[in-house]
């Protein structure tokens, strides 16, 4: 550390993403020593450890600022807010993993889900352009190949359609960031919230493109077209994952450049397509998932309306909209881990557990689990016992008292729908109906998926008696 | 003048260059044509197959492979112009650099990526 010419802050500040790397590359290591080849159990328990190193460091980086890689990146409490959230959804797909990976591509899957949250966490603590696309990418990256990483002819589509049309995204925010840069001569988000940028025509165009491309990756409808058939395709623990990291990673950069990166006035004319098509998103997605009978897309739809409710928090652009945002998306991060635990666990070894069909009767047949992906479905759609209940009420607290009551009124509308949705799963569970006596459980029990659901009940439940809501998030966001 | 003038005025020409190199042809040129022309142009040798012919898929699995290599390859040379200036710490990022691209490489030679099957 003494050798270094930048200072212990840069290595103290990527500690987490090191931590990260560093377990990759030992899971690929085991794997070429190991003979005959590294068990899944194997290669998940050195993940894991990776990914709890990575959470105590970077919850020991909490409220310690550190302003690494010239400005490049920087910690404090909203980075290891959501690097705590990555790795969760690290921690928890790695576990469907153990329960669900094809045998042949242990290593390789592995590594790779880490990589993708090195990126993640990067784009958490992103705080200037270059920054924000490196991680974007190296996300993105791993996500391509994460998704065909299975043999089915769904999963070869899914990776090629999530890697043209993610590159298309990419595209427009490359293009919006050279804007920007053009705009204020600087990569730092800091320089861009300069009063005199408001008057540049070249900000406008730039920060538009940008969030066209922040729009896509976090599948708000008019660009969300790819969701359900890049998550039905990968395999579960890739689309779990997906549905959790690459839509906290996304709004960390998205609030970073709300809260920290816009010229004094101009946020509500900036961001008004954001919210314009976020109350699209929470009505769409709710509609689109009327008509769903697989899992796996049930839930990309969710996704797209889930991901609208977290923005209305954000909508005023208020410190506690961002805490309430926050709140809720860690809610949202167990509630659908959950969903996705409870496939896994009633999965077989080539049969995902993901048609609403295989679903059928399995209050009979494994009440408990059940019983837990009722309450993860009711979680989904904000019923009262719920953490999703309170981060709803919360969320549309704020809204109404920032001055954005109508998306707070999309809200409820989008809730409204979504009710039949979520309540296909439970009923398809809990009311007989015909030849659900040749559904046969698919495999007796598995334990680390049981795991998976407990934890998950564990952090709704505990998130409704106890709202985790970091209050000293905003100040350590620039 | 704005910075960006040269830009706007560079991309004008761009565009009315390419719009009039592909519409002057259809304009003035006599058209004379012969099954020679008619051909797909291969260098000026007779073309001795089909254009669309097959690949084995593993051509492009080395070639990306060669891609990669290559350009983690070239990024040592900045760091080889700047040695001097980056001393031992930029000695320890490219040990660092290569220990990773060695265990990259390492993989893909244990899992057979480099055979010819």
Known sequence: ?478 | MNPYGPVALYLCVAFAAALLFSVLPGLVARRKPNPEKAEAYECGVEPTSAVAGRFPVRFYLIAMLFVIFDVEAASFYPWAVQMHALRIYGLLEMIVFIIVLGIGYAYVWKKGGFAWR
């Open chain 1, 1 to 478: 550390m003494i050798l270094n010419p930048f200072g212990t802050a840069d290595w103290m500040a990527i500690a987490p993403i090191v931590a990260l790397a560093i377990a990759s590359l030992l899971v690929l290591l085991a794997d070429l020593v190991a003979r005959p080849a590294i068990s899944r159990y194997g290669a998940v328990a050195i993940g894991l450890l990776g990914t709890a190193a990575a959470a105590v460091l970077a919850a020991m980086q909490y409220g310690h600022v550190y302003a690494a890689f010239f400005g490049g990146f920087v910690t404090g409490g909203f980075t290891t807010v959501f690097e705590e959230i990555v790795a969760i959804a690290l921690a928890g797909s790695l576990a469907l993993y153990a329960t669900l990976g094809d045998p042949k591509r242990i290593g390789g899957t592995v590594a790779l889900m880490l990589w993708g949250s090195c990126g993640a966490m990067l784009m958490a603590g992103a705080a200037n352009l270059m920054t924000i696309f490196l991680g974007l990418e190296l996300l993105s990256l791993a996500l391509y190949c994460l998704c065909g990483m299975v043999d089915r002819r769904g999963a070869r589509e899914s990776a090629l359609k999530y890697l043209i049309l993610s590159s298309t995204a990419s595209g427009f925010l490359l293009f919006g960031m050279a804007l920007l840069f053009g705009a204020s001569g600087s990569v730092l988000l800091a320089d861009l919230a300069r009063p005199q940028l408001a008057a540049n025509p070249l900000f406008w165009m730039g920060s538009g493109l940008f969030l066209i491309g922040l729009a896509f990756k976090m599948s708000l409808v008019p660009f969300h077209a790819w969701a359900p058939d890049v998550y039905e395709g990968a395999p579960l623990p890739v689309t779990a994952y997906m549905s959790v990291a690459t839509k906290a990673a996304t709004l960390a950069v998205f609030a970073r450049v709300l809260y920290a990166a816009l010229p004094a006035g101009t946020a509500s004319h900036v961001m008004l397509p954001v919210w314009i098509v976020a109350g699209i998103s929470m009505i769409a997605g709710n509609v689109g998932m009327l008509a769903q009978h697989d899992l796996k897309r049930l839930l990309a739809y969710s996704g797209i309306a889930q991901v609208g409710y977290i923005l209305t928090a954000m909508a005023g652009g208020s410190a506690l909209g961002l805490r309430y945002a926050i709140y809720y998306l860690v809610a949202y991060t167990f509630m659908n881990l959950g969903a996705f635990a409870v496939a896994t666990a009633i999965s077989g070894e080539h049969e995902e557990g993901a048609r609403l069909v295989s679903y059928a009767g399995l209050a009979r047949r494994r009440p408990w689990l059940a019983a837990a992906m009722t309450f993860f479905m009711l979680a989904l759609a904000g019923m009262p016992p719920t953490a999703g209940f309170l981060g709803k009420i919360l969320i549309l607290a704020t809204s109404a008292d920032s001055g954005y009551a109508w998306l707070g009124g999309l809200l409820v509308a989008g809730t409204a729908i979504s009710l039949y949705a979520y309540a296909k799963v439970v009923r398809a569970m809990y009311l007989p109906q015909s030849g659900d006596h040749h559904v046969a459980d698919l495999r007796p029990i598995a334990p680390l998926a049981w795991i998976s659901v407990t934890l998950c009940l564990i952090g709704v439940i505990a998130m409704t008696f106890y709202p985790l809501t970091p209050s000293n998030v905003l100040p350590l966001l620039r």
